[in-house]
């Protein structure tokens, strides 16, 4: 992960884990750090969120965390994605979710915890919650960020089907704010930073948290029985065999 920071009170966070910018505990960590001290550094008031990776904004969860591990890793590997969810949702920095990649599962969500996405225009660079597919499912916290995003009706089509929306669809249904031309993705990126930032902080950042601080909440008071739940799905012979064949059928789809 590379930051590069502004002197206009905007960081500028590039992921970087090739070749796919899955999210692997180590880069999660790394994250949630990050985010933390410029959380806590009154000198920024933004975060662009990026990819270093050609091509790819991120492939979601690292699978291989979710495979052939301990039930301790398990648990360990989910709150950290809890971890990286609740700080991203409930940040008082303005967040823009810069895509220049596909953008899939858990790299979905990261982009939907931001203030505003904007995505490349490339018919390659898909983006939605496609769990079902794998034969797992959401978590109610990821389903939740995609009903307030796109709605009921949407997010319940797109998360039983596992939809991948290319940009036009991505659009249309709401999973991004705009569409832009790939060499123009950072920029127009920054200039909507620029308007969400010449509102007043305070005012910005109360109404933020009176939007989604319910939803954070209903994770916080069950966070524990989150990650229990979490591991004794994982931990099923059903679902290792099912995640052990997508990964097996990603191998196979190669040249
Ligand atoms: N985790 C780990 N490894 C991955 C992942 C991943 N998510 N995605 C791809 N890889 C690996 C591939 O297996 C391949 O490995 P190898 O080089 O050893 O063969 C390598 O990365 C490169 O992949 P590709 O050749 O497929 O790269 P492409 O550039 O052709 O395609 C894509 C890039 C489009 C991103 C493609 O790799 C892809 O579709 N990946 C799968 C994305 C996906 O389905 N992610 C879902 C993850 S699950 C999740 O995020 C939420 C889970 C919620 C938990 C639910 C409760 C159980």
């Known amino acids: 992960m590379s930051p590069a920071f502004s002197h206009t009170g905007v960081a ?6 090739p070749p796919v910018n899955s ?14 001290k410029l959380e806590n550094d009154k000198a920024f008031r933004g975060i662009v969120l990026s990819s270093d990776c050609p091509g790819i904004y991120s492939a979601g969860l690292d699978l ?18 809890q971890e990286l969810w609740l700080r991203l949702y409930l940040s008082k920095l303005v967040t823009v979710a810069a895509i220049n990649g596909p953008c899939i599962a858990g790299g979905c969500l990261i982009s939907l915890t931001c203030d505003y996405r904007v995505l490349a225009d490339n018919p ?11 034969g797992i499912v959401a978590p109610f ?8 995003t796109i709605g009921h009706r949407a997010a319940e089509r797109a998360l039983q089907l596992g939809l991948l929306f290319p ?23 920054l200039s909507v930073m620029a308007q969400w930032m010449a509102i007043p902080d305070h005012a910005r950042q109360l ?20 990650v229990q739940n979490f591991v004794s ?8 065999k099912a995640l052990q064949a997508y990964l097996e059928k990603l191998k196979q789809r190669k040249g």
């Open 12 to 17: 500028v966070i590039k992921l970087k884990n």
């Open 23 to 36: 999210l692997s505990l180590e880069l999660l960590t790394e994250l949630v750090i990050t985010l933390e």
């Open 64 to 81: 291989l965390e979710m495979c052939g591990k301990s039930p301790g890793h398990y648990a360990e590997y989910w709150r950290a994605v």
């Open 124 to 134: 390659k660079y898909v983006t939605g919650l496609n769990e079902t597919v794998l």
């Open 141 to 148: 916290w990821f389903k939740d960020t995609l009903v307030n």
């Open 167 to 189: 940009p036009a669809a991505a659009l249309q249904v709401g999973m991004v704010d705009q569409v832009v031309p790939e060499d123009q993705v950072q920029s127009t990126a």
């Open 207 to 226: 109404t933020k948290s009176m939007m989604r601080r319910a939803t954070a909440d209903r994770l916080l008071r069950q966070r524990d029985a989150d």
């Open 233 to 240: 799905f994982l931990s099923r012979d059903s679902i290792q």
